[in-house]
């Protein structure tokens, strides 16, 4: 059984960065994509990013294309989203997602960007 586990939030001012990192258990994370999700307060969540597996090209939303970064670590059974140039519209809880069946959520982390 799948389990994803964030790490990586806390309180920077803007313009600073951060990594988030997605530790996967229960299964290789080698032969399915993952995902980064994101939900403000009094917001829906929001798509963040997509990290694919088998060589496909990794994905970011429009609205931090430029800033944020995802990567894989096969090896680590860990996905990566470096946070840059971070602006306090950024500050929200993130969510990694494993795309199994079903898919698997983990419990976030926060993000707290100060102006």
């Known amino acids: 059984q799948v389990r994803v586990v964030e790490s990586g939030g806390g309180l920077v001012q803007a313009g600073g960065s951060l990594r988030l990192s997605c530790a996967a258990t229960g299964r290789s994370i080698s032969n399915y994509a993952m995902g980064w999700y994101r939900q403000a307060p009094g917001k829906e969540r929001e798509f963040v990013a997509r990290?694919?597996?088998?060589?496909?090209?990794?994905h970011v939303a429009d609205s931090v294309q430029g800033r944020f970064t995802v990567s894989r670590d096969n090896n680590k059974n860990t996905m990566y989203l470096q946070l840059s140039s971070l602006k306090p519209e950024d500050t929200a809880i993130y969510y990694c997602?494993?795309?199994?069946?079903?898919?698997?959520w983990g419990q976030g982390t926060q993000v707290t960007v100060s102006s």
């Open positions: 990290s694919e597996w088998g060589g496909t090209a990794p």
């Open positions: 997602v494993a795309d199994v069946t079903p898919p698997v």
